[in-house]
């Protein structure tokens, strides 16, 4: 209403300003008079406003006041036409060419002339007629256009605003209410609303929850979560459930009213996604709630698989206390028992520890299904099973030594030299499994000079072997079979050192025959390497015909090089494909060669860069020379021969002639 009343206080009320239409019937001014409940039609409401200047349609579009009210008039259309579906006036033409903003304008002030809805159904020409039609007779408005005026791809604006005038003065203020769209409707769309708002607010965030699947690895915080799950679909889902129904009823009720009253509404906040949204929260909600149950069956089967470790750990830590003072025992009183007794002694303290290991064994497996499960006491468990088995091994060890070792020594003097023969192989095998080969051609011919001489030694060992298997005639019955067992020990054992032996012989071998060859090219390619690095080419005396001798002589010796160069990297290749006991130091010597190589032709291109540059550098200087002594000599000759103090002119000439001689040299 402000922004018509300042229309107003510019010294033109609306009304004047759209006199130029024809006298209005006494029935369009019994109606005005029935709206006096509006402040701009009567004249006495306006302080200082005692006449009222009559002006021309076509002013509102020239002057600046009429400027305003022109776009008052604009306002108070679109403030009419408000909320009606497809009418949007922005301008006085193509706004109007459809007929709706007419009609709407009459529906909105007395929507028992017309039926908007039958409106939207007709043809554009037949609307804007049958608002012409209604105005003449309810309100004696003069029909100033035909439809076809209005209906036209450039309405005339100054016709469209003389005749939405004339609707100005007979509907200056549209009622409170809205015909399409009442009070209760709007407190209903805006009830509904803020309901779907928040219900797809809630979906939305749990929604996210719900696709969650970092699930923790403990039973207890499992429990807890599934707790919550519980939780959620006893005291959260029913309450929200409700709530959608009752949102969808409210949608049902004011559809049409929506549609009507043009509403706009967030496409999400409609009933079938939300219904959408809701099915795929009660989806993941099922799935992740299934997947909850699921990992806590799995997490309780595998606490169960925990207990029972730790029991067993327990009861097997336990018997080794046992078996080691068992063990004690036995070692106490073995020099006084027979040789036989003292073997089933340890038999049945055999069989035992064979037990405890199957036990461990398992044990062992059992943590590993921990493990590949991500339980998350399996570090702990697998500890606690690696202490119970390095205490199996310690008692293993003492049985070892304090009973079959002691046994074997104190009863005959064969089984103490078969013994002996068999630690001493023990003692080999571990050496040769942990020598080095060396990382140099020189290490490498210490260390293959060295197991010559201790194959040698290994070799010859057999005679002691088949010493002991002389021995074995000696014995019958159990101590033949005791000794059998030692001595098919003995056997395997020397076997696999004399193979491991021969082996390394093998490795050394070829690995110092590379190494020879490797040695040959890296100390070829770093004397090349040590040549080029140290040239000065900044040397004015450098002869550059012999370095370029030398560029092609380097490039043929690359050429025929590299066959053999590939020799060997092809040699080192095969050794490292045969898993060579010393292929990390192949490995290392080929890459070794392959940067050398490839750094030795990266000189090359520098030496070839360098004489290219250092010819025209040679060039540079040789010129340089040429143009000073010529300048020297010039300049002995201006100092000397035209110098002259007295001359004649003849000889003046002549000089003359000389001069412009040298100038021209010049």
């Not at 609307?127 to 209604?134: S, T």
């Not at 807890?224 to 929200?240: A, G, H, K, Q, T």
């Not at 037990?355 to 059992?366: A, C, G, L, N, Q």
């Not at 002594?629 to 007295?646: C, G, P, S, V, Y």
Request: proline fraction near 3%; aromatic fraction near 8%.
């Amino acid at each position: 209403n402000g922004s018509y009343r300042v229309v107003e206080s510019k010294s033109s009320t609306m009304s004047s300003l759209m006199c130029c239409t024809s006298t209005r019937s006494q029935k369009a001014m019994t109606y005005k008079e029935s709206q006096k409940k509006f402040l701009w039609l009567d004249p006495n409401r306006w302080s200082g406003q005692k006449t009222v200047k009559k002006e021309k349609i076509s002013d509102i579009v020239v002057g600046q006041e009429d400027l305003t009210a022109k776009e008052a008039l604009l306002r108070w259309a679109q403030k009419t036409t408000h909320k009606y579906p497809g009418v949007e006036v922005r301008d006085f033409t193509q706004s109007w060419r459809d007929g709706l903003a007419l009609n709407a304008i009459i529906h909105r002030n007395r929507p028992d002339l017309l039926d908007w809805r039958q409106v939207e159904k007709r043809e554009v020409r037949e609307r804007i007629d049958l608002a012409f039609h209604v105005m003449d007779r309810e309100y004696g408005v003069t029909r100033l256009l035909d439809p076809e005026d209005v209906d036209t791809p450039e309405p005339d604006e100054k016709s469209i605003i003389t005749y939405v005038s004339q609707l100005y003065d007979v509907f200056p203020e549209p009622p409170p209410g809205h015909p399409l769209f009442d009070a209760e409707a709007a407190k209903k769309f805006d009830q509904f609303k803020e309901l779907a708002s928040s219900l797809h607010q809630w979906i939305r965030e749990h929604t996210t929850i719900m696709q969650d699947r970092n699930f923790p690895n403990t039973l207890i915080e499992m429990k807890r979560l599934s707790e919550e799950s519980n939780r959620f679909r006893v005291e959260d889902i029913p309450p929200r459930l409700h709530e959608k129904e009752k949102l969808f009823a409210v949608f049902r009720d004011i559809e049409r009213q929506m549609k009507d009253a043009n509403f706009e509404l967030d496409r999400d906040l409609y009933p079938d996604n939300i219904e959408r949204s809701w099915s795929q929260l009660m989806m993941l909600f099922q799935e992740r709630d299934t997947m909850i149950h699921e990992e806590i069956a799995r997490l309780e089967k595998l606490q169960r698989l925990a207990e029972k470790i730790h029991q067993e750990a327990k009861m097997t830590d336990s018997k080794l206390d046992d078996i080691e003072a068992w063990i004690e025992d036995e070692a106490k009183r073995i020099d006084h028992l027979h040789p036989k007794d003292a073997k089933n002694n340890c038999e049945q303290i055999e069989r035992e520890l064979a037990r405890t290991e199957e036990t461990i064994k398992s044990m062992f497996s059992d943590v590993q299904i921990l493990r590949d499960n991500r339980f998350s006491q399996s570090q702990d468990l697998h500890r606690r099973v690696q202490q119970v088995h390095e205490k199996w091994v310690n008692i293993r060890t003492l049985l070892q030594t304090k009973l079959i070792n002691i046994l074997s020594i104190h009863t005959n003097p064969d089984f103490k030299f078969l013994a002996e023969c068999t630690e001493w192989v023990a003692k080999k095998l571990t050496q040769l499994k942990e020598s080095e080969y060396g990382t140099d051609m020189q290490t490498v011919k210490v260390e293959y000079d060295r197991h010559q001489k201790e194959h040698k030694v290994i070799d010859q060992f057999q005679g002691n072997v088949e010493k002991c298997r002389e021995a074995e005639v000696k014995f019958h019955g159990e101590e033949l079979k005791i000794y059998g067992e030692r001595m098919t020990i003995l056997q395997k054992a020397y076997n696999e050192l004399l193979v491991l032996s021969n082996k390394r012989v093998s490795d050394l071998h070829s690995l110092y025959d590379f190494m020879q060859a490797a040695h040959a090219e890296l100390t070829w390619l770093n004397d090349r390497e040590d040549k080029e690095s140290g040239r000065d080419w900044s040397d004015k005396n450098l002869k550059l015909t012999e370095v370029e001798q030398y560029y092609e002589k380097l490039m043929s010796e690359l050429e025929k090089r590299e066959t053999q160069f590939s020799s060997v990297m092809d040699r080192g290749e095969s050794l490292i494909i045969g898993h060579h006991s010393a292929s990390q130091v192949i490995e290392a010597h080929m890459l070794a060669m392959q940067n050398k190589w490839a750094w030795l032709l990266q000189l090359t291109l520098c030496l070839e860069t360098h004489l290219k540059h250092t010819g025209t550098s040679h060039r540079f200087f040789h010129e340089c020379s040429v143009a000073e002594e010529f300048m020297t000599q010039k300049e002995e000759i201006l100092n000397n021969h035209f110098a002259q103090a007295d001359f004649k002119l003849e000889d003046g000439e002549n000089l003359l002639k000389e001069m412009q001689q040298l100038r021209e040299e010049l």
